[in-house]
């Protein structure tokens, strides 16, 4: 199947800086990335929509100032925690898709833990 | 917008012991997936059911779509430890790879 990595897989910075987590298609190319994130003890909620060579597309409610999105290239896209607060602590997961005959299928990273201190 | 339940949202059973889980939209399914996360790390992808009335089975795990693709079951039968963990659904309302997720199903397999 096609593989998805993340990295890092944890981070922990101090208040005030940016982190920035990379997610690449390792054998396929992805027109499409999606970014979620996951409290604690919570289901996965998408934040954006990253597409190669156009702007990301957030969901309502994310800042797209403090969330910075770039997707490079077909195999890489990349989340820039901008000015971290403890608040921002969580578990972001990429998913990149492909065409799977007909179908889209979405491919997840193994995620990265983010504590900010 | 489109919204997914699942229940329970917790589950304790003894090992060898068969159980199920319901995901259930509030919109019709382009496609509905079954994973299964370990706290911390990522999503392991379990199924994919597109048409109204799929079943597919893997192992021990089954996972069905009812009719009017508006909701899923996943079931295991005789249960073991390796299948503790939180289990997620997720739709697709279209041929986009974008999901939205039900809440979760955490499964402890008591030994």
């Known amino acids: 199947g096609a593989v998805v990595s993340q990295h890092p897989s944890w981070v922990i910075c101090k208040s005030g800086t940016s982190v920035k987590i990379e997610c690449r298609s390792l054998d396929f190319q992805a027109t499409t990335m999606f970014w979620y994130r996951q409290f604690p003890k919570q289901s996965l909620m998408l934040m954006a929509t990253?597409?190669?060579?156009?702007?990301?597309?957030?969901e309502q409610g994310v800042e797209k100032d403090k969330f910075l999105i770039n997707h490079a290239s077909l195999t890489l896209s990349t989340l820039t925690v901008t000015s971290a607060h403890p608040e921002d602590s969580s578990f972001y997961i990429c998913?990149?898709?492909?065409?799977?005959?007909?179908?889209?299928?979405?491919?997840f990273g193994q995620g990265t833990r983010l504590t900010v201190v | 917008s489109q919204e997914l339940e699942q229940s329970p949202q917790s589950l304790i059973v003894q090992e060898g012991k068969n159980l199920t889980i319901n995901c259930t939209s509030s919109?019709?399914?382009?496609?509905l997936y079954w994973y299964k996360q370990k706290y911390g790390e990522g999503l392991i992808f379990l199924m994919m059911l597109q048409k109204g009335g799929e079943e597919k089975s893997h192992e021990k795990i089954t996972a069905k779509l009812d009719e009017k693709k508006q909701q899923s079951s996943l079931h295991i039968t005789a249960s073991q430890p390796s299948h503790a963990g939180i289990y997620l659904c997720g739709a697709s309302s279209g041929n986009t790879g974008k999901l939205i997720f039900g809440q979760g199903t955490t499964l402890q397999v008591k030994p």
């Open positions: 990253s597409n190669e060579g156009s702007k990301a597309t957030y």
């Open positions: 998913s990149a898709t492909t065409q799977w005959g007909s179908r889209t299928e979405a491919f």
């Open positions: 919109k019709t399914l382009y496609g």
